[in-house]
């Protein structure tokens, strides 16, 4: 596709010491001169943008319009890489900021201090909607017959839903042996997708599907591709819309892959130089313990964004010595068992951008506190108990005060890894042993389990405290 595609846009190398830009029309997921992570840029002097961001709820009266109503395409002059008539939507978006003072007393957090994204109502279940519409917009702007990704789930299950509903690509997705929760899987079997299955984990099929995008004619959806993490974007600024415009003092997301943490920080930095925020939050990512490759480059190796220069040599020892120890992310949180991030660079940045923090948390208290969001009303996979746990952290340690105003991003829906869910809550043995693994048998401190009654009235009423007269 030429230049004359869309011009308020174009793509740019993250490295300092290269920096090319090439056309949107172009199908690239790094620097062909120096193989460096790309970046989406715009000539924003090209784009009409409001003057305030409160200007966007205008469009709210206009929902009858598909763009007006998508939670991404709403704000679509902030990524303006394609014209009106070529975006992709499914009514992705369609999410809440809720305000949670049950579990803001938890984290010993003053009430309305602390609130929960919650991800989960995307058409597919999980965020990876608000990526997938930009991603699949951009392949269809290139004329795109075939889309693939690598997955733990939820990328798969979202890219399979867009090429089901549109019928605009073949879709191909690539997944670990074991690793991937059934509710996902499930997913996009349904959606129709072909599903190749690796004999690895989630690292070696991204490898793969990298290995084939770039020889063949297939569109790569991973979030190594810029366009994804434009959609993803949008994600802070419905959050800055569920609280009136205002910005909040932390946003707390769990670490895997690093597209959120990267989008969220680049959306930021964006509004920042626009004028239409005066300050930007706190970024805390957290890592499962089985999955702390950004907790040991951050806290341990000293790995900085320096300006677009961090220390290649601390990231290809520690990589080198991942292969020869054949080291292997081992989490409960499926969605985030990836010991290679691809967005590691990217992250790097937004961590500096936000005055950001990186924690590691247990698989006990994750599924634990993936168990009392749950029982808020907001049933999440088990990623998204990290947020909570990391609160819990970050607050003991003194990082997050009493009287911040704190937002986890709930990255999906419970019924992602139901299997999880059961085995936690169940009070079957057999049942935990199988599932709570790798991290061994974990303790159930905030099960629910199904009470056992005989088929009899008084038994039933005795089983509900009530007076049985």
Known sequence: MSSAAFQTAFQQCLNPECRATFDVGQVLTSCPHC??????SYDWNSIPLPRRLS??????????????????????ELLRFAADEQLVTIGEGQTILQRNDRLATACSLQPGGLFLQYEGLNPSGSFKDNGMTAASTHARLVGAQMTACASTGNTSASLAIYAGVTG??????FVGSGKIAFGKLSQALDYGAMTIQI????DDALARVRQICEKHPIYLCNSVNPFRLEGQKTIMYRVLEGLGWQVPDWIVVPGGNLGNSSAFGKAFLE????GLIDRVPRLAVINSAGAATLDEFWNTLGLRWNGGRPDAGVIRDRFERMDRQDERAAT???AIEINRPVNLIKALRALEVCDGVVRSVSDQEIVDCRARIAATGFGCEP??????????????????ASGDRVVCILTGHQLKDPDLTMAYHSGDPALAAKKLHPAGVLNTPFANPPVVVDNDETAIVQALGLDPR
């Open 199 to 202: 004999r690895g984990d989630f």
């Open 383 to 400: 990623a998204s108990g990290a947020t909570l746990a990391g609160v819990l952290r970050l607050r003991e340690e003194g990082v997050i």
């Open 35 to 40: 193989g460096s992570l790309l970046d989406i």
């Open 271 to 274: 509004l920042r130089q626009l």
């Open 168 to 173: 605009l690509f073949r879709c191909i997705v």
């Open 332 to 334: 409960l949180a499926s």
């Open 55 to 76: 200007d966007f709820q205008q469009r709210w009266s206009s929902r009858l319009n598909p763009l007006d109503y998508s939670g991404v395409w709403r704000f679509r």
